[in-house]
């Protein structure tokens, strides 16, 4: 992969007040984002989220294409 581009997001949502159900749906959602890209955007190899320490709200996103990210 000499070509290879990365990505990495910051995404800071909103102040969550009730944090067992919405952390929840978020990381869901972000769980079928992250299945949905790996099997369908061509190149993607590789896709992984970590939340923050310090932050409940900040989650950082990194990705991996093999030659070009989609537009």
Not at 7 to 13: E, F, H, I, P, R
Not at 31 to 50: A, I, Q, S, Y
């Given at each position: 992969m000499?070509?290879?581009?990365?990505?990495l997001?910051?995404?800071?949502?909103k102040?969550i007040?009730d944090?067992?159900?919405?952390?929840?749906e978020?990381?869901e959602?972000l769980?079928?984002h992250?299945?949905?890209t790996?099997?369908?955007?061509?190149?993607c190899r590789?896709?992984?989220?970590?939340?923050?320490?310090?932050?409940r709200?900040?989650?950082?996103?990194?990705?991996l294409?093999?030659?070009?990210?989609?537009?």
């Amino acid at each position: 992969m000499t070509n290879a581009k990365e990505l990495l997001m910051k995404n800071d949502t909103k102040p969550i007040s009730d944090p067992a159900d919405k952390v929840v749906e978020f990381i869901e959602a972000l769980k079928n984002h992250m299945k949905w890209t790996l099997g369908n955007e061509p190149g993607c190899r590789k896709f992984d989220v970590v939340s923050d320490a310090k932050d409940r709200n900040k989650f950082h996103l990194y990705e991996l294409y093999e030659d070009e990210m989609p537009s």
